[in-house]
């Protein structure tokens, strides 16, 4: 982690190791980002963990694009020196958070789900690093809907692999055959 934090600060990044605790859980946190983002780059020419790879890595890009968009759009988000990087691990910590995935009969209601839950992670990342100025709930919840919307096209991409490498299975057929039909004890 003290290697990671020293590229992070040779890179203009703020992230120190002194400070307590959360000092050191957002140093953890970006230095884990950097390494997920490299991941998946390295990952990329690998050729049985290509297609993979680029999902997650378009899902990555995609959300720092509507982080960006964020940033241009909506007052009151702004993020600290050198902004590319900074954007970029943002965007890269976001993509850390865990995937959910949520059905409901209510049309709406999952997407409000996932939504909130999505701003909580962006709160929390946005609070224990300080690299992203968010000024107030709505431009955080106007941020993550942007990133959550751009980074719709690399989800639905995802979903449609994970269909195609797990096909559902075939209902049970209604009408047993003969030799698997429940004996009476009478004969």
């Known amino acids: 982690m003290w290697a990671g934090a020293e590229l992070g600060a040779a ?12 000092a050191l859980v957002a ?9 997920t983002a490299l991941r998946l780059v390295l ?17 990555l890009l995609l959300s720092g694009a509507g982080l960006v968009l964020a940033e241009v759009w909506l007052d009151g988000v702004r993020a600290a020196d050198p902004r590319w990087l900074t954007l970029a691990v943002v965007a890269a910590l976001f993509h850390l958070r865990f995937r959910l995935t949520l059905t409901l009969p209510v049309p709406g209601v999952a997407s ?3 939504v909130s839950a999505n701003v909580l992670a962006l709160w929390l990342v946005v609070w224990l690093t300080g690299l ?3 000024d107030g709930f709505w431009p955080l919840a106007g941020t993550v809907a942007l990133m959550w919307a751009a980074e719709w096209p690399s989800r639905l991409a995802t979903a449609a692999a994970e269909a195609r490498a797990n096909p559902p ?12 039909m429940p004996r009476s004890p009478l004969y």
């Open 11 to 22: 890179l203009g990044l703020d992230v120190r190791l002194d400070g307590g605790l959360k």
């Open 27 to 35: 140093a953890g946190l970006v230095v884990a980002a950097v390494e």
């Open 43 to 59: 990952a990329v020419p690998v050729k049985r963990r290509r297609a993979g790879a680029l999902r997650s890595l378009s899902g």
């Open 112 to 114: 409000l789900v996932l």
């Open 132 to 134: 992203l100025h968010v």
């Open 169 to 180: 299975l075939p209902p049970p057929d209604p009408f047993w055959a003969e030799q698997h």
